[in-house]
């Protein structure tokens, strides 16, 4: 017998039974995972668009994100600009290969040279977007893909995340069912190889319990967060 | 009194007994001037928790079903003790699983079981508190009064009805003394150190008395107290609503 | 590693007296216990969602196999590679067999306690794989060969000072000045990093743990703030993760429940910064990602104890607030539990997995105050299944039989109330009066646990029951 049989075989013994669930059970169970319903989900994620906004908002600023919320997809640049200029960042940026990055008005900004690729170690800022925004800890979720290299969201000590407002949900629940639907509108496989909410740049708190804003992942998380834009 | 006052019965504990009636008389004084009649079963001894903590099931089984024996015809059933009242309340049952008739009369006693302070203010809703005494006390939680059965404002708002006396805020009062029943013999060195964190507490809060519900607790943070020179005297909570606040504090002579 | 829980009183008192530790602890208790209350009262759902927390964990105990099975399936159909191991060394050999077939000379990890459980660094070093701790707790702990002290925090058992002379001892890299500056924790912490990116970018081989693995898509799940778990899994060529069986969950919406309490229990956070969940090597399409994802499935007891009397551990999602809240963890520190998981999860569970006969102080030497099953997120009846052990070494006679004697000796009495009363009237009568004088005794004899540290009040003298049938 081998390890596989050994343990699904005790699990059985200790749950009582002969062997595997019963066919009801087994249908039930199906069923639940097929469905996906929810648990409980905390009324602060209900709300409307400017309610879940605010929220949204307030809980990345608490986590120590920064944002920058720009009327509409044009001052994206200039937001860019003067984040880095705040901090006397350098202007080469890794950008994450999306067209929805690239249909920012770049122009605009001719010393913002961005390289479209995965991470490298000698990058400082990176600029990707983020699927969605979930309001009810003021989190960014992002993935791995061919748009949006994983690195890109790790390896830079600046993480700078361009998020469209109207993305921001109030649940991580809703945030799944938004990639979900996505995915299968886009002909891909769900999920990604990983999906991540970012909750605020890296910290630590194993010096003493004292929490570190900026250990392994990006010290700065600085989120540009455009209104207005129809689909 | 009234036509049919309330029986209940004083589950007296064996620290009280043992070592500190007063508390018990304190108890009588609070139920009678509640309005109820109080009866003291002479058979009792003890409610089985320390053979039940230590892992001998089968001995406070055994205790357990005398207990029941003893204490199961009263309307009410009060301890000066979250302990040995959450012992009852809380684990009676439980030891009757595979004994249905036990385990029924375990539930019936188990739901008429009360810790004394809960009882007057939740059952009885007495708050006809007549004591007086100067001073500043802290009051601590004992844990099984807290945690198993949610003792925690009653007393603290029967002691602001106590002429004279000014409750300090004691922020560490539901961290446990180090007690624990034979834990505090069993662990000596760990039952010292939480005793010296609870006493470096008291001095910051500037309490000069400590009150709380459970004497075992008491016996040994005021042990605590006395070997380490402290002026804090240690009281059980319903001494001090029963205006006995005046008599010697625990371990005092006298 | 090899256990000293046996060692228990000997080591607490060490412990006690050591002022670095209870500094370092001062600090848990002051900051967590304050942190806690006020995350959980933010969240008004929060005892609701603990119900749900049980409710879903113990569906899943009962499906276990179901589920198990469904996250196989669906973990493979994305390319992953699932290994079922019975035993610790089947898991080690299976992780070594990965790291060989990957070419691995070196390894980065992800804090994984399963890890620790099975011993998988000393098993990879001796067979000439170097393994890098990359979590920061993790990694000072490994350079100072200790073990972790708690689940989450691994090592708050040490002072600053204590980080910034080992890594001044430790760190022997030639561009590191040794009178360079290393008192201030961003100094610190920037070294750890700069330190660590080497090993990441060199690793063949990334492993980190998993805090659920998701049945319905066949992912696992971390969770993390410092960001090294992303970066361990990203960059290496293969990404292994390391679970128990007990970390299934049905869906995304069962591990966001699970999300919602696990945090705010473990660091007082909403979240951590960084959830991540891993399906599958990287696609065609993916511009980064390890090539090989394996998980490997680690038994070591689990399916035996999901049929006894402590099948509720296994819910526990690692989160530590036992271990925080827990007035005895506070006062002597998570190594004076002697293996891999201290504090009140540790007394239930070190039991179960090394033995009664050498873990048996971890459930004596608790007052049952209840703070942890309190705090558990998943409420386990942490103190009830302490006491089970307590009733098993009773009746092995793990317990000492003068212990026994003593809980026997008390109850022969408490069951017969004229022996008791006749017993107590003497035994209290004297000490009435040998205490009356000063009220209490500096001194008993039998009772030098007691007085050792505490003076023990004196009885009045007559018991209550004799004075009330005087009264009456």
């Known amino acids: 017998m081998n390890a596989r049989d050994g343990i699904l075989g005790r699990i059985r013994a200790s749950n009582h039974r002969a062997g595997p669930v019963s066919v009801e059970q087994a249908t039930r169970n199906a069923e639940r995972i097929a469905a996906h319903r929810p648990n409980l989900i905390p009324a602060r994620a209900e709300g409307d668009a400017a309610t879940l906004t605010t929220r949204f908002v307030a809980f990345a600023e608490e986590v120590a994100a920064t944002v920058n919320r720009v009327a509409d997809a044009d001052d994206v640049p200039a937001a860019v600009a003067t984040f880095l200029a705040s901090h006397n960042l350098p202007t080469e940026l890794v950008a994450s290969p999306d067209p929805a990055l690239d249909a920012y008005p770049w122009a605009q900004q001719p010393l913002l040279t961005l390289q479209r690729r995965a991470g490298r170690p000698e990058d400082v800022v990176s600029i990707t977007g983020a699927v969605l925004g979930i309001a009810e800890t003021g989190s960014l979720m992002v993935r791995s893909g061919a748009k949006s290299p994983q690195t890109l969201h790790f390896m830079p000590p600046n993480h700078i995340a361009v998020l469209r407002a109207k993305d921001i949900v109030g649940s991580y629940e809703t945030a799944w069912n938004k990639l979900r639907e996505r995915m299968a509108a886009d002909g891909e496989t769900f999920p990604p190889r990983t999906v991540t909410l970012i909750t605020g740049p890296s910290r630590t708190s194993d010096i003493e319990k004292t929490s570190y804003v900026g250990m392994h992942g990006p010290h700065r998380l600085h989120i540009i967060l455009v209104d207005g834009q129809d689909d | 009194m009234a036509p049919n006052p309330i029986r209940v019965g004083l589950f007296v504990t064996c620290l009280v007994d043992l070592f500190r009636p007063r508390i018990g008389f304190a108890a009588v004084r609070l139920l009678e001037a509640a309005g109820c009649r109080v009866e003291v079963p002479a058979s009792q001894t003890c409610c089985g928790q320390p053979a039940y903590n230590g892992g001998d099931r089968r001995d406070a089984q055994a205790i357990a079903r005398d207990v029941i024996a003893a204490f199961e015809g009263f309307d009410y059933v009060v301890a000066?003790?979250?302990?040995?009242?959450?012992?009852?309340?809380?684990?009676?049952?439980?030891?009757?699983?595979?004994?249905?008739?036990?385990?029924?009369?375990?539930?019936?006693?188990?739901?008429?079981?009360?810790?004394?302070?809960?009882?007057?203010?939740?059952?009885?809703k007495w708050d006809g508190v007549a004591a007086q005494l100067s001073g500043k006390a802290a009051y601590h939680d004992c844990c099984s009064g807290l945690r198993e059965l949610g003792v925690k404002r009653q007393p603290r708002a029967l002691l602001a009805?106590?002429?004279?006396?000014?409750?300090?805020?004691?922020?560490?009062?539901?961290?446990?003394?180090?007690?624990?029943?034979?834990?505090?013999?069993?662990?000596?060195?760990?039952?010292?150190?939480?005793?010296?964190?609870?006493?470096?507490?008291?001095?910051?809060?500037?309490?000069?008395?400590?009150?709380?519900?459970?004497?075992?607790?008491?016996?040994?943070?005021?042990?605590?107290?006395?070997?380490?020179?402290?002026?804090?005297?240690?009281?059980?909570?319903?001494?001090?609503?029963?205006?006995?606040?005046?008599?010697?504090?625990?371990?005092?002579?006298? | 590693m090899q256990p000293t829980a046996h060692a228990f009183k000997e080591v607490s008192r060490q412990k006690i007296a050591d002022p670095d530790l209870q500094r370092a602890l001062l600090k848990l208790k002051t900051d967590f216990r304050a942190k806690r209350v006020q995350v959980v009262n933010r969240l008004p759902e929060f005892e609701a969602l603990r119900d749900e927390a049980k409710k879903l964990k113990d569906h899943v105990l009962e499906n276990l196999d179901y589920y198990l099975e469904t996250f196989e399936r669906n973990c493979t159909a994305a390319g992953g590679q699932v290994h079922w191991c019975a035993t610790a060394a089947e898991a080690r050999d299976t992780v070594l067999r990965i790291c060989r077939d990957a070419g691995a000379k070196t390894v980065t990890k992800g804090k994984s306690m399963i890890g620790e459980e099975i011993a998988l660094n000393d098993h990879l070093e001796a067979h000439g794989i170097k393994a890098v701790e990359t979590d920061l707790g993790e990694y000072i702990i490994q350079l100072r060969g200790e073990p972790p002290s708690h689940i989450t925090a691994p090592a708050v058992h040490l002072v600053k000072r204590q980080w910034t002379e080992t890594f001044r001892a430790l760190h022997t890299a030639s561009d590191l000045a040794p009178d360079r500056p290393l008192d201030e924790p961003r100094q610190i912490l920037d070294e750890a990093r700069a330190m660590l990116r080497r090993s990441f970018f060199a690793a063949e081989v990334g492993i980190t743990g998993a805090n659920f693995l998701i049945a319905e898509t066949g992912s696992t799940v971390i969770v993390t703030n410092e960001g090294n778990g992303d970066l361990t899994q990203t960059l290496a060529g293969t990404?292994?993760?390391?679970?128990?069986?007990?970390?299934?969950?049905?869906?995304?919406?069962?591990?966001?429940?699970?999300?919602?309490?696990?945090?705010?229990?473990?660091?007082?956070?909403?979240?951590?910064?960084?959830?991540?969940?891993?399906t599958g090597p990287r696609r065609a399409t993916d511009a980064d990602g390890p090539k090989a994802f394996h998980v490997v499935l680690v038994d070591n007891g689990r399916s035996d104890l999901l049929g006894g009397e402590f099948?509720?551990?296994?819910?526990?999602?690692?989160?530590?607030?036992?271990?925080?809240?827990?007035?005895?963890?506070?006062?002597?520190?998570?190594?004076?539990?002697?293996?891999?998981?201290?504090?009140?999860?540790?007394?239930?569970?070190?039991?179960?997995?090394?033995?009664?006969?050498?873990?048996?102080?971890?459930?004596?030497?608790?007052?049952?105050?209840?703070?942890?099953?309190?705090?558990?997120?998943?409420?386990?009846?942490?103190?009830?299944?302490?006491?089970?052990?307590?009733?098993?070494?009773?009746?092995?006679?793990?317990?000492?039989?003068?212990?026994?004697?003593?809980?026997?000796?008390?109850?022969?009495?408490?069951?017969?109330?004229?022996?008791?009363?006749?017993?107590?009237?003497?035994?209290?009568?004297?000490?009435?009066?040998?205490?009356?004088?000063?009220?209490?005794?500096?001194?008993?004899?039998?009772?030098?646990?007691?007085?050792?540290?505490?003076?023990?009040?004196?009885?009045?003298?007559?018991?209550?029951?004799?004075?009330?049938?005087?009264?009456?």
């Open chain 3, 311 to 472: 099948r509720e551990i296994l819910r526990c999602i690692r989160c530590g607030a036992c271990q925080s809240l827990c007035p005895v963890y506070g006062a002597v520190g998570g190594h004076t539990y002697g293996w891999v998981y201290a504090g009140p999860v540790g007394a239930v569970l070190t039991p179960a997995l090394i033995g009664l006969e050498e873990a048996r102080h971890l459930p004596e030497a608790s007052s049952f105050c209840g703070a942890c099953e309190s705090v558990c997120p998943m409420r386990i009846p942490l103190p009830s299944l302490m006491r089970k052990w307590r009733e098993r070494a009773f009746e092995t006679r793990v317990t000492p039989a003068a212990t026994r004697g003593a809980y026997k000796l008390w109850a022969f009495f408490a069951r017969r109330p004229v022996l008791y009363r006749a017993g107590a009237r003497a035994a209290i009568g004297l000490l009435g009066a040998l205490g009356r004088k000063r009220g209490r005794f500096r001194s008993l004899p039998f009772a030098a646990g007691w007085t050792a540290t505490r003076d023990f009040p004196a009885p009045e003298g007559l018991t209550f029951l004799d004075q009330w049938a005087r009264r009456r």
């Open chain 2, 80 to 124: 000066p003790s979250g302990s040995c009242a959450g012992m009852i309340r809380r684990h009676y049952p439980g030891l009757f699983d595979d004994d249905p008739a036990m385990r029924a009369r375990a539930d019936a006693l188990a739901a008429r079981t009360w810790e004394i302070v809960s009882f007057l203010a939740d059952v009885m």
């Open chain 2, 161 to 254: 009805k106590v002429a004279g006396l000014e409750v300090a805020d004691l922020p560490g009062s539901e961290i446990c003394c180090g007690f624990g029943g034979a834990f505090c013999v069993k662990y000596p060195a760990v039952s010292d150190a939480l005793a010296g964190d609870k006493l470096r507490e008291l001095e910051a809060a500037g309490a000069d008395l400590l009150l709380a519900g459970d004497l075992g607790c008491l016996m040994h943070i005021s042990g605590k107290l006395h070997r380490e020179g402290s002026r804090v005297r240690a009281r059980h909570v319903i001494e001090v609503l029963a205006d006995m606040g005046g008599e010697p504090a625990i371990g005092e002579p006298g």
């Open chain 3, 239 to 278: 990404h292994i993760v390391l679970a128990s069986i007990e970390k299934v969950v049905p869906t995304l919406e069962d591990a966001m429940t699970l999300v919602r309490v696990l945090a705010r229990s473990a660091t007082a956070q909403e979240i951590t910064s960084y959830t991540t969940f891993s």
